[in-house]
């Protein structure tokens, strides 16, 4: 029997991790595989997933079963964790029951669903503040070019662009907020003085965390 090798995965291996059975397997169809051409572009820029490359990090399903070290992305326009496979050939599968997932190496990000305007969404989680969650909506979309080309002007490319928003959970109820008025709210000089001292880019979820995670610590000293 041939095998379909996925990161040091056989086929059999990876359809055993992401379901138990067949409604929870599906192809995972790419689709950007073709270079879109009209009248104001001559291809796409970026990419739809979250990643430029395939992490590994430890997936968490309903049953409560972990998988470590598997090689993943996420579409941000279909919101959908994937497996991503070696090589352009094969097509990746979407996970299907998963409640949560951690990316592996030193910097530690954590993926989960939660509802966000009555839709379930996948988000990064970046920590708790006085009762609520806190956690990052990715998006993508794409831009294209306000200006028709002609034969004098260079390649015009539709471009993806990535967008982060941020909410505050408290049970049945989201909050969108600003990073910048949070932390007027928060404590500015305190928060201030963290971010210059650690060169954050706050508007970074990774810093933004970091930044949640200093000042709760600091709380917990006094």
């Given at each position: 029997?041939?095998?379909?090798?996925?990161?040091?995965?056989?086929?059999?291996?990876?359809?055993?991790?992401?379901?138990?059975?067949?409604?929870?397997?599906?192809?995972?169809?790419?689709?950007?595989?073709v270079i879109m051409i009209n009248a104001r572009s001559t291809g796409i820029k970026g990419t739809p997933f979250l990643f430029d490359h395939a992490l590994y990090g430890n997936i968490t399903l309903k049953s409560g079963k972990q998988h470590e070290k598997i090689p993943f992305n996420i579409d941000l326009l279909k919101e959908e964790l994937i497996i991503q496979a070696e090589g352009n050939n094969?097509?990746?599968?979407?996970?299907?029951?998963?409640?949560?997932?951690?990316?592996?190496?030193?910097?530690?990000?954590?993926?989960?669903?939660?509802?966000?305007?009555?839709?379930?969404?996948?988000?990064?989680?970046?920590?708790?503040?006085?009762?609520?969650?806190?956690?990052?909506l990715h998006g993508k979309k794409i831009v294209k070019p306000t200006a028709?080309?002609?034969?004098?002007?260079?390649?015009?490319?539709?471009?993806?662009?990535?967008?982060?928003?941020?909410?505050?959970?408290?049970?049945?109820?989201?909050?969108e907020f600003k990073v910048n008025q949070f932390i007027k709210e928060i404590g500015s000089s305190e928060a201030k003085n963290l971010i210059k001292a650690n060169k954050w880019k706050i508007d970074d979820p990774v810093d933004f965390k970091n930044l949640l995670q200093a000042l709760q610590t600091k709380r917990l000293l006094l």
């Open positions: 029997m041939k095998f379909l090798f996925i990161f040091g995965l056989t086929f059999i291996q990876v359809l055993t991790l992401v379901a138990q059975n067949d409604k929870d397997v599906a192809y995972y169809e790419q689709g950007f595989d094969e097509l990746p599968l979407p996970v299907r029951n998963w409640v949560s997932l951690e990316t592996l190496g030193e910097v530690k990000r954590e993926f989960r669903i939660e509802m966000i305007h009555a839709k379930p969404k996948i988000v990064e989680y970046i920590g708790e503040w006085e009762g609520s969650i806190v956690v990052a028709t080309r002609d034969s004098y002007s260079p390649r015009q490319f539709d471009t993806y662009t990535h967008s982060v928003s941020y909410f505050r959970i408290s049970g049945m109820s989201q909050e």
